[in-house]
């Protein structure tokens, strides 16, 4: 069964910066490599919903409501994908989130933990 751990979310105060990584540790390579992967994140009450997404090849997508601010990596070699989050605000407090997309553009795996990213002075 795939797992996705993610981590390195905290407190930061608003305009700080923070990178969140999710590792696929049991996926072998040769399947992380071709998968469209995606971050998202989740407040109480709300609706999960995608930030950031990058293409095997590389292409990227961003919600407008990051756009400019987050940046969205992979290394495939460590099988891990990152978030780097710039000039947080606090509507960017959250639970973080990352799985991969299907062909389909929905969330292929069962989710795991999350991370909290807390954007407050």
């Known amino acids: 069964q795939v797992q996705l751990v993610e981590s390195g979310g905290g407190l930061v105060q608003p305009g700080g910066s923070l990178r969140v990584s999710c590792r696929a540790p049991?996926?072998?390579?040769?399947?992380?490599?071709?998968?469209?992967m995606a971050w998202y994140r989740q407040t109480p009450g709300k609706e999960r919903e995608l930030v950031a997404s990058?293409?095997?090849?590389?292409?990227?997508y961003y919600a407008e409501s990051v756009k400019g601010r987050f940046t969205i990596s992979r290394d495939n070699s460590r099988k891990t994908v990152y978030l780097q989050m710039n000039n947080l605000k606090p509507e960017d407090t959250a639970v973080f989130y990352c799985n991969a997309l299907d062909t389909t553009n929905e969330p292929e795996f069962n989710w795991g933990q999350g991370t909290q990213v807390t954007v407050s002075s």
């Open positions: 990058i293409a095997p090849g590389g292409a990227k």
């Open positions: 049991r996926m072998i390579f040769s399947v992380f490599a071709p998968k469209q």
